[in-house]
């Protein structure tokens, strides 16, 4: 049984529907249609719409010494923030027909350093990397090679720098005050370092702002670099809450963490949401289906990524009609983990 192969269909092809030059087609391709008349434009627009044409970034990079590919780096590919923040990317990238080259450094910087360079390679227009403490090496790289970066999830405190981010700091107070109202007395933070990631620290400081303006202490287990290990943490866990009668808030600052941290809090369930509390930041889907559900600090990650594309491809046209600094708000979804 033979097998038959769609043929591609070129700009030629496009021309030819149209009734008009393939340079003609290429400036509409590459948005120069400002003299085109409305009739031209509409029937270009008519032809790839009726073929289903798709540009080959390779022949647009060599026509436009673009190739239409965006780099993006990010943290850990497997959560649900990530994939968001992808979606969101790509939903404006594919409508000004670029493609992402996307990988995940794992948060580490060895890792990172070494997937920019290959995305260099590739000849990438530009960068949208959730970084890991490693900003400037990272921005002076790529400031070097003429390529435009954006940040996300956290900034680069060097003001020059673009990045689009949410307001963890105010969100991590508004969701703390709630909680203390609705009766928690104490609290246990299990964090990761801070580091240099503006996330992780402006996490942190809310939570410590808020403690310390309601004169209540609070107890911080350092999740190592490696990641949680979960029985070590329920040992630390079981030292802290058994036997203990205030009612106690455990804030999970670092979204990759919060399931592990949900099965090392596997023994105090029954205790939830009276005694013991969880409060944790985004894998909204988990956390809802999670039995029982946790009450999470969700960003907005699908329009964090919508925003840095934005910004990316406004810097890659030199434009300068984007802001380059975008602060998004958080919501609190509340679950069944606290009152």
Not at 162 to 171: C, E, F, H
Request: hydrophobic content about 40%; charged content about 20%; proline content about 4%.
């Amino acid at each position: 049984m033979g097998t038959s192969t769609k043929k591609r269909v070129t700009i030629n092809e496009i021309a030819r529907i149209a009734g008009t030059s393939k340079t003609t087609v290429s400036f509409y391709l590459n948005g120069h249609t400002d003299r085109m008349s409305k009739e031209t434009h509409d029937r270009i627009q008519a032809a790839i719409k009726e073929t289903g044409y798709e540009p080959s970034p390779l022949a647009r990079s060599m026509n436009a010494k673009q190739s239409y590919l965006l780099g993006v780096i990010v943290g850990d590919i497997a959560n649900h923030f990530s994939n968001q923040i992808v979606k969101g990317i790509d939903s404006v990238a594919s409508k000004n027909g670029y493609r992402l080259l996307i990988s995940s450094s794992n948060f580490d910087r060895d890792n990172e350093h070494a997937l920019i360079d290959r995305l260099m390679a590739v000849g990438v227009d530009g960068f949208i990397v959730q970084p890991t403490a490693r900003f400037r090496e990272v921005a002076d790289a790529l400031a070097d090679s003429g390529k435009h970066l954006v940040f996300f999830d956290s900034k680069y405190y060097d003001y020059t720098a673009s990045w689009v981010k949410t307001d963890n700091y105010d969100a991590t107070k508004r969701a703390l005050e709630a909680c203390i109202k609705k009766g928690y007395e104490r609290m246990l933070v299990v964090a990761a370092e801070p580091q240099l990631l503006s996330s992780r620290t402006e996490r942190l400081q809310g939570a410590t702002d808020v403690l310390k303006a309601h004169g209540m202490a609070y107890e911080h287990y350092v999740i190592p670099d490696s990641g949680v290990v979960v029985d070590d943490l329920a040992s630390w866990l079981h030292s802290k809450l058994d036997g203990c009668t205030q009612p106690t808030l455990v804030f999970a600052p670092n979204c990759w963490a919060l399931p592990d941290i949900y099965v090392a809090m596997r023994d105090f369930y029954p205790r939830m949401p009276e005694e013991i509390g969880l409060l944790g930041f985004d894998n909204t889907g988990w956390a809802g289906v999670a039995s029982p559900s946790v009450s999470v600090i969700a960003q907005p990650a699908f329009e964090e990524g919508v925003e840095a594309a934005k910004i990316l491809l406004d810097l890659i046209a030199g434009t300068g009609k984007i802001n380059p600094h975008q602060i998004l708000p958080c919501e609190t979804q509340w679950g069944a983990s606290t009152r």
